[in-house]
Nanobody, 124 residues
Framework: QLQLVESGGGLVQPGGSLNLSCAAVGFTSGYYAIGWFRQAPGKEREGVSCLRTIDGSTNYAEFVEGRFTISRDNAKNTVYLEMNRLKPEDTAVYYC?????????????????WGSGTLVTVSS
């Protein structure tokens, strides 16, 4: 059973940066699509970014606008989300999720494993 644990959230001023981590325990052989999602108060959960372990390919939601970078450290079984130029509208609980797939698209409905989330608050 794959377990995901997020960390790195916190309070940051507008324009600031945070680096979220998603540590995975229990990986088995095969490939995964690992995604970051977020849910703001009163809103639906939405996809932020996706990384496919088979080839390292990535994609981002339009609202990211080049401000975030998803990456991985295979030796640590950890996926990161570096967030720069943060805006108040980025305030949300950020979740890491995974699906065992070769070329999945990190669609919310397909993700099999979820972390419990880490809160990001962007405020002055």
């Amino acid at each position: 059973q794959l377990q995901l644990v997020e960390s790195g959230g916190g309070l940051v001023q507008p324009g600031g940066s945070l680096n979220l981590s998603c540590a995975a325990v229990g990986f088995t052989s095969g490939y995964y699509a690992i995604g970051w999602f977020r849910q703001a108060p009163g809103k639906e959960r939405e996809g932020v970014s996706c990384l496919r372990t088979i080839d390292g390919s990535t994609n981002y939601a339009e609202f990211v606008e080049g401000r975030f970078t998803i990456s991985r450290d295979n030796a640590k079984n950890t996926v990161y989300l570096e967030m720069n130029r943060l805006k108040p509208e980025d305030t949300a609980v950020y979740y890491c999720a995974a699906e065992r797939t070769n070329y999945g698209t990190c669609h919310y409905s397909g993700m099999e494993y979820w972390g419990s989330g880490t809160l990001v608050t962007v405020s002055s």
